[in-house]
């Protein structure tokens, strides 16, 4: 098992006080982002990343760095549940389905025990997702290996047609959205042939757009300005969180494994796709009610409906960094600014990283570990301090916010421009999230664009122009033609549905004549 | 802004703005890109401008179709974008956040983020003039001792710094 002997180093490097004090500080960090409005996993890892900067100049500096961010994410999973549970908002969209029945509990005055199992199903849906990426990360990065440019091309746009053909934004405002994201990607210089594209003379844009900074507005300032609509009046249960009640609710769990291992299943499998967590936790809510016997007591305050969409959240969340870590392939928005960071520090995600930066690899797969089990202790410790903090002013939140967000634009760079680009991102996201423009796969091509331009030219060069290229070996052609069964069935469908509304039509008419 | 009824866009409007300003997007992207050269080179294979072409031309067709969707949609789609009544709060965030924005490039960002958070506590909340000028200075000193002295990252500064010599 030379994993788990990777594994045992990997504690090693992990266990240091300070790397503990760093998992600590990031739970912390990353739960208060998660339950705070306007900042979320994505924008939350974003303003912090910059201060990694400096951290990250050495190895360990670097396995530190990449603790730090990765617990702000596990936090930021974990935050989500209590806005959702005591407040009935969800502080992210993966806890939407949560506050189903999690809400009404705390109304009940059961909210110690929904807190309770929401934080343990997380920590189990995590834990069982660490322990798949141990042990087949390293396997699908030797696969991976062997991948050359068309197969990478692939991949990103197997990535990318799985949007389109699953969003629940429609199909034209999907693939726009994506476009968009590929042409923000585009603007600046041309790193293979030099050249300066789509800055239309302004020197601002030479660095092109940064998806960080792109994140921050979208995410951020968009959210902000929503959340000022709702004109945010915070009318939430208190949370006292009892040492007897979390065990009574523990010794409750064990009725609940078959629940708790779907969603461990349903949330690993779909946190390995793009934008998988979100309907993780939707579809795991939805089997738990159906197979639950009682689904119409579903919505009124069962723990089932709690633990489901907490667990497969978690599990996805956490099994999105798989493909990150193997691929380069991001499979959630935060692990996409994990991307970027890593990319920032000089790190190359993708297979060669489990060869040339085994003990960053490792270090990162130990915290997953630990900063879980870290977190689970943190969260139930803290949820009251946390409850209050939500209780403080939106007029003292809002501008905060703003400011931070500002800051974190800032320091991308250093450069003023970027807070404008921030703020011009602020009004887009806020327009786009109004109309059901899909965020994520915007954000995900910013992220990727660069790389899947740089794969498709690499392959057609390669291949003096021919596209047939991509379908020239039998990995490459199945992933393609998956890639593309998904872009065109929606098409498909839609043209049957509207042709029978048209026969249907045309046989009313005639029948009225 | 007036908060008079029907003075705010419907969402049929704003889905029509929103896609042909894609289309918009697209054509300018298409353009600059077959300026650039969109074509196959010799030496290089694609050139720069083959795949932000493509990408206009995609984008081009997607606001196409949804500009006509929204056209032919626009009876149904007559829900207001925002409520007459949503208007005001949102610009209260909106304006001061672009005025901090322009007086961070003069005052610096400690400044003008201390200014920012005390005139927006002051305007929206109900709160004593003391605590949001304390909420206000605590954060912009936090701020500094975080970025400029923990973590070494140097942020914009204006007049008042310099004054202070910081």
């Known amino acids: 098992m030379d994993e788990l002997h990777l594994l045992f180093a990997g504690f090693q490097t992990a266990l240091t006080p300070y790397n503990v004090w760093l998992m600590l500080l990031g739970i912390g960090m990353g739960v208060l982002v998660g339950v705070l409005p306007g900042l ?46 005591l407040f009935n908002i969800p502080g992210e969209a993966w806890s939407v389905a949560t506050t189903f029945d999690g809400h009404p509990m705390a109304q009940q005055g059961r909210a110690g025990e929904a807190l309770t199992a929401a934080f343990t199903g997380s920590f189990l849906g ?233 003990e960053f690899v490792w270090g990162l797969i130990a915290s997953m570990y630990l900063g879980n089990v870290a977190g689970l202790i943190v969260v139930l410790a803290t949820v009251p301090l946390f409850a209050a903090i939500l209780r403080v002013p939106f007029s003292i939140i809002a501008p905060i916010i703003v400011v931070v967000s500002a ?28 109309l059901d423009y899909p965020l994520a796969p915007l954000t995900l091509a910013l992220v990727l664009g660069d790389k899947t331009e740089d794969a498709f030219r690499q392959s057609l060069l390669g291949s003096q122009g021919n596209l047939g290229v991509f379908f020239a070996k039998p990995l490459e052609a199945t992933l393609m033609t998956a890639g593309i069964l998904l872009l065109v069935m929606p098409l498909i469908s839609r043209v049957r549905k509207q042709s029978r509304l048209a026969k249907e039509n045309a046989a009313a008419a005639i029948v009225r004549e | 802004m007036s908060s008079d009824r029907n003075t705010t866009p419907s969402m049929g409007t704003m889905e029509m703005i929103v896609s042909l300003a894609l289309v918009a997007v697209g054509l300018l992207v298409a353009w600059d890109s077959y300026r650039l050269g969109a074509g196959w080179s010799e030496t290089s294979g694609p050139r720069s401008g083959y795949f932000p072409f493509r990408l206009g031309l995609i984008l081009i067709v997607c606001g196409a179709w949804l500009s006509g969707q929204a056209f032919w949609k626009r009876q149904v789609l007559t829900q207001r974008f925002i409520e007459p009544a949503q208007v005001r709060p949102v610009l209260t965030v909106a304006i001061p956040t672009v005025f901090f924005v322009l007086v961070t490039q003069w005052l610096g960002i400690y400044v003008a983020s201390a200014i920012f958070v005390f005139g927006f506590m002051i305007y929206v909340g ?41």
């Open chain 1, 40 to 85: 979320g996993g994505p924008n939350g890892v974003a303003i912090l990343l910059p201060l990694t900067f400096t951290m990250a100049q050495s190895l360990e500096g670097r396995t530190s760095a990449i603790i730090l961010l990765s617990c702000i994410y596990w936090g930021a999973l974990f935050g989500g549940a209590i806005t959702s549970i």
């Open chain 1, 126 to 358: 995590a834990f069982f997702s660490v322990v798949i990426i141990t042990f087949a990360a390293p396997f699908v990065a030797k696969f991976a290996l062997k991948f050359g440019p068309p197969a990478f091309f692939a991949v990103y746009f197997l990535s990318f047609a799985s949007f389109a053909g699953t969003s629940r934004s429609g199909y034209a405002k999907t693939v726009a959205a994506t476009v968009l994201g590929f042409v923000g990607a585009a603007v600046g210089l041309d790193t293979i042939t030099g050249q300066i594209r789509l800055t239309f003379g302004s020197e601002s844009l030479l660095n092109g757009i940064d998806f960080l900074v792109a994140v921050i507005g979208l995410f951020g300032l968009g959210e902000i300005f929503l959340s000022m609509e709702e004109g945010l009046a915070f009318r939430g249960k208190s949370a006292k969180l009892e040492f007897n009640v979390v065990l009574r609710t523990w010794r409750q769990m064990p009725r609940y494994w078959k629940t708790v291992l779907q969603s461990c299943l349903i949330g690993a499998w779909m946190g390995i796709k793009p934008g998988g967590a979100i309907a993780a936790s939707f579809m795991s809510y939805a089997v738990a009610k159906r197979t639950s016997g009682k689904p119409e007591e579903f919505g009124t305050g069962r723990i089932e409906g709690v633990i489901a969409p907490e667990t497969a959240a978690h599990a996805a969340g956490t099994s999105a960094l798989l493909p990150m870590l193997t691929l380069g392939i991001p499979g959630s928005g935060t692990a996409a600014v994990l991307l970027g960071g890593l990319i920032m520090w000089g790190l190359q995600p993708g297979p060669l990283l489990f060869i040339e930066q085994k």
């Open chain 1, 407 to 434: 800051v974190g634009a800032y320091t991308v760079h250093g450069s003023m421009f970027d807070i404008w680009l921030m703020l011009i991102c602020g009004v887009v996201g806020y327009v786009f999230k109004k």
């Open chain 2, 126 to 166: 109900p709160l004593a003039w003391w605590k949001c000028l304390l909420v206000a200075l605590v954060n912009s000193v936090l701020l500094f001792y975080l970025f400029e002295k923990r973590f070494f990252v140097l942020l914009p500064k204006g007049a008042v710094e310099r004054w202070l010599g910081l």
